[in-house]
């Protein structure tokens, strides 16, 4: 009877072992939000039901820009939300287009779009955007209408992919651009407090607050090209 005891609490520590490792691996581990197939694991902002405006193409994730130059509308969220992580994705877009990555971004019928909660990493044709001049904010890689690239960007030509990550650890936050940190800035301080009060985002009091929510990837009515999109929980 003690020998089979003894047996049991063996085979219970290898199993309590394995569930620690397991449960350290998972959190660690990259995850593809992609497949190169379809968007399974992708479903309409704050809709049910098919994704029209998006398809895959080459094994890329590509808008179609079916919303027609709003910025409401067509953007596709993940099915899971984040916390903290690390999300590296690559992407290209075609001359004059608009697009971006969201993060932390709440589905709720009274939000009309994606970028109402979710800080933004901003994609967009630097050089051949037409309709007006860009603002420093407004350009590729800006943690858009919040903090500017810095001084280190490298961005490819249109039509060619480049490679970037955002991460998000307890508030702290890094934009990358083709293995270049661009951005850097802690969320919810002081200094963001007042750039959110003092610009595009004093009348919206729930921007940016959020410390968990969906992925999103934007349409801005132009076409825009998305593949190898993974992330890490941190």
Known sequence: MKKHFITLSFAALVCAAGSTSFAQAKKGAWVN??????LKGWHGFNKTGPVKNWEVEN???VCLGAV???DTGGDIVTDKEYGNFELSWEWKIDKGSNSG???HVVEDPKYSGTYVTGPEYQIIDDIGWVPDKLEDWQKTGADYAMHIANGDKKLKPVGEW??????????HVEHWLNGKK???FTAWDADWEKRKAEGKWKDHPEYGLAKT???ALQDHGHKAYYKNIRIKEL
């Open 213 to 215: 929510g969906h992925i």
């Open 59 to 61: 094994g890329a994730l």
């Open 68 to 70: 027609q130059g709003t």
């Open 101 to 103: 990555v969201l993060y």
């Open 33 to 38: 939000l992609f497949d190169g197939k379809d």
């Open 182 to 184: 661009i951005v850097e």
């Open 162 to 171: 480049n490679t970037s990550k955002i991460i998000f650890n307890n508030g």
